[in-house]
């Protein structure tokens, strides 16, 4: 697989397609509920007083499970880190929050350039995070992370949500993508992986009305993710290829190894092909 043809695959998938995550918000069940954990003391908080306001594939092609919505005067944004953690995501947010702001404004017709100061709905930040906690913190932020605690211009401070003992709509959502990773641990990246994690899950009352409901459409949505793993995992041997042949071609050029030694430097490219290499460069000297 070439690289041109794994990028395309990749934007073609990635902009067709949303993710569990952002299915399951989508609904506005589950985002009041998703609401009401984070502020149980809004009893006033409906459906209709939800304002969806993600932003999809934010400056970039690939598809992020970043959230964002509107309550009660309060910009909401969530930002999943799956099982990897990266305090990148920071930067991530910071992209999104301005991204966000900027939409708003222009929605509401709000003149950034006027002598008015304009009104803006009250941030807040959240990271949530599928792997295990081990020592990370609960707070995490853009000058402590990547300034070490210098006093700089701008700040970004994000909550960091974890599994829990509660039942609420955000560690089922948790606990859901636990048990993905058990299940595709002892099956691959298969439809059976996705289907036994999605029965665990119902045994267990974990997210099971939106998984009764929408069995059908998490498999999908899990099976193209699994697609675009595989396509990027070629992509990067196709990366490392690329990079490990032009290696041996000046190692050959240099003529200071012999073919024996540069192939422990490089294994990934067979001895056979090395002698080709060799040969194409005798023919051009």
Same mark, same amino acid.
């Given at each position: 697989?070439?690289?041109?043809?794994?990028?395309?695959?990749?934007?073609?998938?990635?902009?067709?397609?949303?993710?569990?995550? /952002?299915?399951?918000?989508?609904?506005?069940?589950?985002?009041?509920?998703?609401?009401?954990?984070?502020?149980?003391?809004?009893?006033?908080?409906?459906?209709?007083?939800?304002?969806?306001?993600?932003?999809?594939?934010?400056?970039?092609?690939?598809?992020?499970?970043?959230?964002?919505?509107?309550?009660?005067?309060?910009?909401?944004?969530?930002?999943?880190?799956?099982?990897?953690?990266? /305090?990148?995501?920071?930067?991530?947010?910071?992209?999104?929050?301005?991204?966000?702001?900027?939409?708003?404004?222009?929605?509401?017709?709000?003149?950034?350039?006027?002598?008015?100061?304009?009104?803006?709905?009250?941030?807040?930040?959240?990271?949530?995070?599928?792997?295990?906690?081990?020592?990370?913190?609960?707070?995490?932020?853009?000058?402590?992370?990547?300034?070490?605690?210098?006093?700089?211009?701008?700040?970004?401070?994000?909550?960091?949500?974890?599994?829990?003992?509660?039942?609420?709509?955000?560690?089922?959502?948790?606990?859901?993508?636990?048990?993905?990773?058990?299940?595709?641990?002892?099956?691959?990246?298969?439809?059976?992986?996705?289907?036994?994690?999605?029965?665990?899950?119902?045994?267990?009352?974990? /997210?099971?009305?939106?998984?009764?409901?929408?069995?059908?459409?998490?498999?999908?949505?899990?099976?193209?993710?699994?697609?675009?793993?595989?396509?990027?995992?070629?992509?990067?041997?196709?990366?490392?290829?690329?990079?490990?042949?032009?290696?041996?071609?000046?190692?050959?050029?240099?003529?200071?190894?012999?073919?024996?030694?540069?192939?422990?430097?490089?294994?990934?490219?067979?001895?056979?092909?090395?002698?080709?290499?060799?040969?194409?460069?005798?023919?051009?000297?």
């Amino acid at each position: 697989m070439t690289q041109t043809t794994s990028t395309q695959e990749v934007k073609a998938k990635r902009t067709a397609k949303n993710s569990v995550f /952002l299915d399951l918000f989508k609904d506005k069940r589950y985002l009041l509920a998703l609401y009401k954990t984070l502020h149980p003391e809004d009893t006033n908080a409906t459906e209709n007083s939800l304002t969806d306001v993600t932003i999809e594939n934010v400056m970039t092609d690939n598809l992020y499970n970043d959230l964002g919505f509107i309550a009660n005067n309060k910009l909401m944004i969530l930002v999943e880190a799956q099982s990897t953690w990266t /305090l990148n995501i920071l930067i991530r947010i910071l992209l999104y929050l301005a991204e966000s702001y900027h939409k708003y404004f222009e929605q509401n017709g709000q003149n950034l350039y006027g002598s008015r100061k304009v009104k803006m709905p009250k941030p807040e930040l959240y990271v949530i995070f599928t792997g295990n906690r081990g020592r990370k913190p609960d707070i995490i932020s853009l000058s402590k992370e990547f300034f070490n605690g210098a006093d700089i211009d701008i700040e970004v401070k994000a909550k960091v949500i974890y599994e829990s003992d509660t039942g609420d709509i955000i560690n089922q959502y948790i606990i859901f993508c636990k048990v993905l990773d058990e299940q595709r641990e002892k099956f691959g990246m298969t439809e059976q992986a996705i289907r036994e994690a999605i029965r665990i899950c119902k045994d267990r009352n974990v /997210l099971k009305e939106y998984l009764e409901r929408k069995e059908m459409e998490v498999v999908t949505i899990m099976m193209s993710l699994f697609d675009d793993e595989k396509i990027m995992r070629n992509y990067g041997k196709s990366e490392r290829y690329e990079a490990d042949r032009k290696t041996a071609e000046r190692m050959i050029k240099m003529g200071k190894l012999s073919l024996e030694d540069i192939a422990l430097c490089v294994p990934s490219i067979p001895f056979d092909e090395l002698k080709e290499i060799e040969a194409e460069i005798m023919q051009l000297t």
